[in-house]
T-cell receptor, first 115, second 114 residues
Framework: NAGVMQNPRHLVRRRGQEARLRCSPM?????VYWYRQLPEEGLKFMVY????????ESGMPKERFSAEFPKEGPSILRIQQVVRGDSAAYFC?????????????FGPGTRLTVL | AQSVAQPEDQVNVAEGNPLTVKCTYS??????LFWYVQYPNRGLQFLLK??????LVKGSYGFEAEFNKSQTSFHLKKPSALVSDSALYFC????????????FGGGTRVLVKP
């Protein structure tokens, strides 16, 4: 009964490179959320996706960040031309349904370091 | 807009003593409240949630939380803390009228001393 899977767990990029973070939801879950945690801070919502649809991207930076959740395969958070300020832990969560009462279950996170 | 406040950055408690981690919230619709715990270099683990009904919610690892509508609070409690409870605790709220995103508090670090 695997939980939410994220890879890689650690990612190091140089300024200007691209970062791709992957998330596989729990079995039976079709709703995926991405959050970012800056050092010593709480988590901030970035984007909410269902299969092939972005439902809420109100927390996504306007430039360089994109997310997708294709019909087959994991959800991808993509950061183009990374800068040092992108260094953070990125967490993916999934839920079974789309109601406000559904619990979101979190993956172990990807820790991105931009040199 | 929804918001969560955890007024204490850190809580220190002796093993065996009661543990309380405070949380207050603000939403425009119905509040759905959650507690998560984070151990070092790990993801968040779900502890418990309040949706409706009984104001006292029981969760994992002996934790419970009390929903207080008049004080807009959802404090996390454990009657007898263990050293292994030392971790970072996050309160989160979802506004029933504002979609599915969770808004988190800044976190409270709990240190349980033997």
């Amino acid at each position: 009964n695997a939980g939410v899977m994220q890879n890689p767990r650690h990612l190091v990029r140089r300024r200007g490179q691209e970062a791709r973070l992957r998330c596989s939801p729990m079995k039976g879950h079709s709703h995926v959320y991405w959050y970012r945690q800056l050092p010593e801070e709480g988590l901030k919502f970035m984007v909410y996706l269902q299969k092939e649809n972005i439902i809420d991207e109100s927390g996504m930076p306007k430039e360089r960040f994109s997310a997708e959740f294709p019909k087959e395969g994991p959800s991808i958070l993509r950061i183009q031309q990374v800068v040092r300020g992108d260094s953070a832990a990125y967490f993916c969560a999934s839920s079974q349904g789309q109601t406000s009462t559904d619990t979101q279950y979190f993956g172990p996170g990807t820790r991105l370091t931009v040199l | 807009a929804q918001s969560v406040a955890q007024p204490e950055d850190q809580v220190n408690v002796a093993e065996g003593n009661p543990l309380t981690v405070k949380c207050t919230y603000s939403v425009s619709g119905n509040p759905y409240l959650f507690w998560y715990v984070q151990y070092p270099n790990r993801g968040l683990q779900f502890l418990l949630k309040y949706i409706t009904g009984d104001n006292l919610v029981k969760g994992s690892y002996g934790f419970e939380a009390e929903f207080n509508k008049s004080q807009t609070s959802f404090h996390l409690k454990k009657p007898s803390a263990l050293v292994s409870d030392s971790a970072l605790y996050f309160c989160a709220v979802r506004d029933g009228a504002a979609g599915n995103k969770l808004t988190f508090g800044g976190g409270t670090r709990v240190l349980v001393k033997p």
